[in-house]
Structures are given as C-alpha cells and as structure tokens.
C-alpha cells in the first residue's frame, strides 16, 4: 500500500500547478466569478506563523469556490514601500531595491512551499514603477478634483526615524518602533504636510456602513474612527479678574445641551490657545508643568486612560443658562483635534467627567431624572429636573429647545463634528513613492504632468534621513533640480514620498490589469470582477479598510468603477499565540516558522488543516505542539482509506449499509458546503473528520470497489481538497480521474439521502420541553401527535385536561397546548 509521504508529494504538485496554470485566473471567463484575498504582505522578514493563517482562510475560500464551478481568482502581490523595508535594508546595508530583490524571491518561495493557489501571473509590486506611476496618478487626479492640499500643521514626529506619525504608533510618549529605548524620542512639531480631504466623504462613508458585510467589530472601529457628533457650540464668558479688559469667551462642544444646568466646571484640553491667557499666575507653574507632560501622551493614550488628572487654572466662567460662576480646568481627556477642544462638563450625566469630579471633588448636579440613582452618574434620557423653566420636559425635546433659546441670545449655534481627521500622505523618508509636485519661485506648487509620470525614486548610495526634517531624496541633487512644467524655470522636486497606505489603498483594483501603462485600470474588467467577494485580515481595521473605502468612492465619482465599495464581504480574524496566551515575539525567540514545520515532514497540508481548525476563524488561537501531529494523522487516515479502497475488489454492498453510508457521506458534503460558505471552518474540517470516523467503522463489512464507495470517497477527498490541497490532488488520481480535484469537482448534497430510519421529535407542553421522541423518518402527523400524548412524562403535564392546539412542525416539533 502506498504510504502517504508530504515532502514527495507536495513538491510534486506544486511543480505539476505551476507548469498547468491551473490557477491562473480567466477575467473575461463567462463562469460566475469570485475572489478571495487577504491583506498582502510587506516583505521585511521571513514568512510567519500570523502569515499562513491569514493567507490560507482567504485562500481556502478561493479553492471552494473553484471547485464549486466559479473562475476563482485568488491574487498576490507585495506591499513593499514604507518604513519596515527600509528599516530592514539599513539594518542588512544594503538598498531597499535590492532588499526586495533578496526578500521577494524568498517570500514566493514560501508560498509555494504552503500550497497556495496564488495566480502569479498577475503579481504586483508597490515598489515596482509601473505600478507607482498610478499611485502618483491618484495623488494628481485628488489635486486635480481639490481633495489634496497643502498645510502646516501639529505632528508627532520621531527623531530616531526622521518622520511624522499616526496617533496610533505612539505608546507611552514613544516611537511604537522604540519601546525599548530609555528616553522617549518624539516630539510635536509643526511641519507642512500634503493631505487628502477624506472628510469631505465623511457622511457617505458613515451611512454605508450598516450595509457591510463585514466582521460588526470592524464596522464599529470604522464608525467610531470617523466619530460623527451632533450637538451644539455654546459660548462660555469667561470671568475677567481686570474689569477693564475686554470680555473673552470659550465656545464648547456638546452633544448634550439639555444638560446644561447641570455644567458644573469646564474643561481646556492642554494645548487650547486660551490656557496661557487665563492661568492666573499663582497656577502658572502647575498648569505649564501639566502641559508639557501631555505633550508626550499619544491621543490614543490620552482617550485610553483609566485614570484622570488634571490642573485648575484659577479663573471661572460663567455658564450662559443660569449665570453660575463655573471653575475652568485643563485635562488630556479632552482633545484639540475633536469640537473646539473645550467641553462643560456634566458630571452626573457623563463618566468620565464623574470620575473627573470625584477626583477632585467637584459638584455633582443631577438634571435628567431616569432610573439612575442619586448618587449614580447615567446619561441615559429622561425629565428635566432642576432646569427651571425645562423641568418635566423629556430630555430630548430639550436639547433642540435650549439651543434655539441660546441661539436667539446669540450664545449657541447647533453643530456637527468629526473625530476624523484629513488624512496625512507626507513621508519624510526614502522608501515610496516620491510626491509628483515640483516647486516654482515664479509658480508655487506645480502638479508634474501625467506624461512625465512616474516619477521615478532614485537609488541612492545613502538612503538614511538626513536629520533636518526632510527625506535623503533632498540629497539626490541631480533628481531634485528640475524644470516647472508652467513656465519652464528652474524647480525644485518635492522630497517628501507618500504614505504607502495609499499604495495599500488601490491594489486590489491592480490585480485585474497589472500591466497596464496607458490606464491605472480597465474600468470594464474592474467592474465586471469588482467588489472583492472576501477579503480577511488580522490587523488595520480602522486606518486602511477606511482609505481603501474612500479611494474607490472617488474612484466611482471619477466614473472608474460602479461599486463605490470595494470589499463585499470583510472577515477580521484572530492571531495565532503561543501556547501561554502572549504574542509571538521575535525578542522572546517564540515565533513558529511554518517552513520549519513543513520539512519536518508533517507537511503543509497537515499545518494548513491544523491552522483552520485550531479554533473559529475570529478567534485567536494559541500554538498546541500537538495540533499539526493530530491533522496530519486526519489527513493520513483519508489516505489509508483511499489506499486500502484502491487494493480491493469489485463489491456488492447491502442496501442497508449504502443508506448508511450515503446518510454520512451527504450530511458531510451538506455540513462542509454550508460552513465553508459561513466561514465556520473548524466545524467543517470536523464535519469531515466524523465522516471519516463513520466510514472506517462502515468498511468493516461490504467494503469494495462500488458505485457507493467510490462517491463516499471522492465526497471526502473533494470536501477535504481546500484544506489539504496537495494529498487530496494525490488521492483524486488514485480514485481514477486524469484532471485536477481543484476545479469544478465539489458534490452537491441530496436532501432523500439525509432521511434516516428514525427522526427525533421535540415534544412541548405549553411550550416547555416535555420529551424527545424518536419515530420513522415517514410518520404521520397523527402517528407522531399519538405517540406525543403516550408518552408518560407528557401525560403528566397534560393531566386530564384536553389539548386546546396541538402544533406540528414535520420532522422537528409537537407543541401541546392545553
């Protein structure tokens, strides 16, 4: 018998793949179409456990859909600008040019290596000038349709990377790249940056989510990164210590106006421009001290922080709807970047502002009464209480009310705000791809004609930052001195390189026509393979799935595609941990190499398998030593049963056992289709692990080549063929077919074969659970109603009154009502 051997047979078909093309994907195919992808991957180290999960659920779909008769495309390609690269090649001493062309090879390798049904003959590259001469495109096309522009603004900046950053990459006052070192090493400054509008597409993006079939945690993040508030500005005046200077004011934001008797301080996030003008001075020391010190707190940190500080300033002001003189505060749980950067704080009606005043005990004034307690803070709705005029008025009715009687008093105004930001797409490094603007004396900022793109990123000998804030493109003189396409004079090129989230923003629609140089895109192959059917990934919930969101939007206003969305389904799933619950860590030398495990000789498909039944796919699973030695033998068990079947001689098999037989061949192929369809793929590997477990008991009797041995076993080779790609291509052959298990060979369930002799009925009286009774499968309604008021435990319930109803649903359910 031959004996299952992964590191003969897996090689093996992995050649017999590539030279077929199996997968190379038919985009004018007149099949249904699918595509399934994962979030591709920046090349800046070696292949990782968290790369094989991800790429296998993706890539597990694409197979079931191929198989299920649709021209199944499952793409590839490489997210190789941006900083990771580039930190990888100064660490290596080499370009990031030839960094990629180290670590790209070696990537592919893998990838074949895990068997993946990757179409390569449309890879891509972000790093590739083909394809960044569109990315520069969009950076041209967004100026040309006002949505880029150019601005100074507040910006994290690490001095050890020599560029700005996200809110999110800052963690404890650090570069997220630097945790380790001693002091922090990033600062605020102002810099001129180039942005794009999305907040001119905030609303859209807001009102589609709902519609999205994606993971809710997802939709969540989403809603709340855009973070729509409607409220109002109210003005606060500020209580003069000098009669004879003019009033000032402080305007604060609020989404609850109706709670404004209740305001009982007000709060200046520490960077406010009226802080230095109102501290009085014996708080001028406290407060500048705190200042400085939230200076170093990331926005994210400042929100995330359980436990509230604060300074007074020592001045007041004085609330417009009663004239009460209010204290004014500052604290980093309020932001600059979100409202007016000033908020009157409510304390019975919000939490942190409870905590706020608990802390530092301030007055507490309860103005909505609900069911909430006294001396609980709630804001939930209610009635007006200690509101004068407004008491007994329900609380939102209020809020309308108390604005228009504050806008008549001119004091209020009703607004709208945004937690979202103009997105940021400066780099002030090397590695991307360079901004298409040239600087004029004569004409300012000049757009580099679509002709003259790409502008092509120069290889440079010393590619590390400068240290005086601008890319080591300023260095390369020969690239920067140019001409402006206006008027002809000298010019200068812009330095700073976009941010690669706008290389990651786009790709998908690349893959559909990735060597095109005279159009980022056919729009009708686009449109005709556009949305993405599925798309997965472990991390970038927020940043890039909005951007990817924004940028196909204005791709559909542009009239580039149909779909302004461009990721149907959205599957956020977990990461593989270690065994005690951590992160894999390359420090703690933890990490799993999936390579490792496949020449061990357990093979890729037994890792494959393992991977997508260790736990549900939004789940993080943690590492079990033991999980890929258990598949492997899951895997070889098909094998010997296949094996075995192929020794054997013509049989004929009892119709008893066939019914037996087929009962859990068709459960399985119905269990496996619907999972795989729900992405539930841990219960459909284990729905094919009881099949199988079911036929080695079915075999010992009857067993031999026949009609229903022979489809049994190419149901569980075709249903196990996306897990275990290479030994189910190996077992298909030895079931006799010439052509490949991979394309249009999935079984389709029949419902007369799921019908057992017996079926078990749920009894109820008046809708409790009295009795499962087990009848044949053809009982009638009558016979089963019978067999229900028979029944000992029912009777007792029913007594000796009489059924007012009896309700039937076939084959499940009896319910008695009496």
Not at 59 to 80: C, L, M, T
Not at 281 to 293: C, F, I, L, P, S
Not at 371 to 385: F, I, K, Q
Not at 565 to 582: H, W, Y
Request: contains cysteine; proline residues 5%; glycine residues 6%.
């Amino acid at each position: 018998m031959k004996r299952y051997s992964p590191k003969d047979i897996e090689p093996k078909w992995q050649k017999k793949w590539a030279d077929d093309q199996i997968y190379k994907a038919d985009l004018g195919s007149s099949k249904p179409k699918y595509i399934a992808m994962s979030m591709f991957n920046y090349p800046s180290g070696n292949l990782h456990i968290g790369h094989a999960m991800n790429y296998t659920i993706s890539e597990v779909k694409a197979r079931f859909k191929r198989q299920s008769g649709y021209e199944s495309y499952h793409p590839v390609g490489w997210d190789s600008f941006g900083l990771p690269a580039e930190n990888r090649a100064i660490k290596a001493g080499i370009s990031p040019q030839a960094s990629m062309a180290e670590l790209i090879p070696d990537y592919r390798n893998a990838y074949i290596a895990m068997g993946w049904s990757n179409d390569w003959s449309k890879e891509i590259s972000t790093h590739d000038p083909l394809y960044y001469k569109w990315t520069q495109w969009i950076f041209s096309e967004m100026y040309r349709n006002g949505l880029a522009y150019q601005d100074s603004r507040m910006q994290w900046w690490c001095d050890k990377c020599q560029t700005v950053l996200a809110n999110e990459q800052i963690i404890d006052g650090k570069c997220w790249r630097h945790e380790g070192i001693q002091d922090p090493i990033v600062q605020q400054k102002e810099v001129k940056q180039w942005f794009f509008k999305i907040t001119a597409y905030a609303d859209e993006l807001l009102d589609a989510i709902d519609d999205l079939d994606w993971t809710e945690s997802v939709k969540l993040a989403q809603a709340n990164w855009i973070g729509k508030s409607k409220g109002a500005e109210i003005d606060f005046e500020i209580e003069s210590r000098d009669k004879s200077h003019e009033s000032r004011k402080i305007t604060v934001f609020t989404t609850r106006p109706d709670t404004l008797f209740g305001a009982t301080f007000l709060v200046l996030a520490p960077e406010h421009d009226l802080v230095a003008q109102i501290t009085s001075n014996d708080q001028k020391t406290a407060v500048d001290e705190y200042v400085k010190a939230s200076s170093l707190k990331s926005e994210l940190e400042r929100q995330s922080s359980k436990e509230k500080t604060g300074v007074f300033t020592g001045t007041y002001a004085i609330n417009p709807i009663n004239q009460a003189k209010v204290p004014i505060w500052i604290a980093d749980y309020v932001l600059t970047g979100y409202g007016t950067g000033a908020i009157m704080a409510v304390p019975a009606h919000d939490e942190r502002d409870f905590e706020f005043a608990q802390k530092y005990e301030l007055p507490v004034i309860r103005v909505v009464k609900n069911n909430a307690t006294d001396e609980e803070c709630s804001h939930d709705e209610g009635v007006m209480m200690s509101s004068s005029q407004y008491d007994g008025l329900p609380s939102s009715d209020v809020r309308e009310k108390i604005v228009a009687d504050l806008e008549q008093k001119g004091v209020a105004i009703e607004k709208t705000n945004y937690k979202m930001r103009d997105w940021s797409v400066s780099r002030q490094r090397y590695w991307g791809a360079p901004i298409p603007i040239v600087y004029c004396q004569k004409d300012g900022a000049v757009l580099v004609p679509d002709a003259q793109l790409p502008v092509v990123l120069p290889e440079l000998d010393d590619f590390q930052p400068s240290g005086d804030g601008r890319s080591a493109l300023a260095r390369a003189t020969d690239w920067l001195q140019t001409t402006c396409p206006t008027c002809g004079g000298p010019a200068e090129r812009e330095t700073d390189t976009l941010d690669t989230y706008i290389c990651s923003s786009w790709y998908m629609l690349r893959y559909f026509d990735p060597s095109n140089t005279e159009k980022i895109f056919d729009t009708a192959v686009a449109n005709k393979w556009m949305p993405i059917d599925f798309y997965n990934g472990g991390d970038h919930a927020t940043a890039h799935l909005l951007y990817a969101r924004f940028v196909t939007r204005f791709f559909s206003k542009i009239g580039l595609v149909d779909d302004p969305e461009p990721f149907k389904q959205m599957l956020f799933n977990g990461k593989v941990l270690a065994s005690d619950g951590t992160m894999f860590s390359k420090s703690k030398g933890n990490g799993i190499d999936p390579l490792e495990i496949i020449n061990s000789g357990y093979g890729a498909d037994a890792l494959r398998t393992y991977l997508m039944f260790a736990a549900p796919l939004e789940f993080s699973p943690r590492w079990d030593p033991q999980g890929v030695p258990a598949t492997y033998r899951f895997i070889n068990r098909i094998w010997n049963l296949v094996q075995e079947y192929a020794d054997t001689q013509d049989a004929q098999v009892q119709e008893a056992y066939a019914k037996k037989i087929r009962f859990s061949t068709h459960s399985m192929i119905k269990k496996v289709s619907e999972d795989l369809e729900g992405n539930r793929y841990n219960t459909a590997i284990s729905a094919a692990m009881k099949c199988v477990n079911e036929l080695y008991k079915l075999k010992t009797q009857h067993f031999g080549k026949s009609v229903v041995w022979q489809e049994a076993l190419e149901a569980i080779v075709a249903c196990s063929a996306p897990f275990a790609p290479h030994a189910m291509e190996e077992l298909w052959q030895d079931l006799g077919h010439d052509s490949t298990v991979h394309i249009d060979t999935w079984p389709t369930h029949d419902e007369k074969y799921l019908q057992g002799d017996e079926v078990t009925i749920v009894v109820q009286v008046n809708g409790k659970l009295r009795a499962n009774l087990s009848v044949a499968s053809g009982a009638s309604q009558e016979e089963v109603q019978t067999a229900a008021l028979a029944d000992e435990n029912v009777q007792k319930h029913v007594g000796n009154k009489k059924p007012t109803k009896i309700i039937y649903v076939p084959g499940r359910l009896v319910n008695i009502v009496v």
